[in-house]
């Protein structure tokens, strides 16, 4: 339905931080809701982080929470996650996706390609 293109993924230490952007091909007003997940190797797939494109509500696994902010700019169709303290077990690939509903925050319609995230030093 819409297209999804993640960025600002790449190699950080223990303790770093990386800011990610998904960048949406029409307006993500006009969307229920965007979320950010990440799949590690021989993991689920997890729900890090949801907004409401609407009113900005927020969803945050407990795994993230007090790390990493999720915020969205409706001028530019883009939706950030900012990942502060970051550590080993965040390394996965993030993928940006439509979300029918914030506070349950499950992938409903469009993927993003991803992009790779890896805490090590």
């Known amino acids: 339905q819409v297209q999804l293109v993640e960025s600002g993924g790449g190699l950080v230490q223990p303790g770093g931080s990386l800011r990610l952007s998904c960048a949406a091909s029409g307006s993500i007003f006009r969307l229920g809701a965007i979320g950010w997940f990440r799949q590690a190797p021989g993991k689920e797939r997890e729900g890090v982080s949801c907004?409401?494109?609407?009113?900005?509500?927020?969803y945050y696994a407990d795994s993230v929470k007090g790390r990493f902010t999720i915020s969205r700019d409706n001028a530019k169709n883009t939706v950030y996650l900012q990942m502060n303290s970051l550590k080993p077990e965040d390394t996965a690939v993030y993928y940006c996706?439509?979300?029918?509903?914030?506070?349950?925050?499950?992938?409903?319609?469009?993927w993003g390609q991803g992009t790779q995230v890896t805490v090590s030093s």
């Open positions: 996706a439509t979300v029918k509903y914030y506070s349950d925050c499950k992938i409903f319609g469009s």
């Open positions: 907004i409401s494109s609407s009113d900005g509500s927020t």
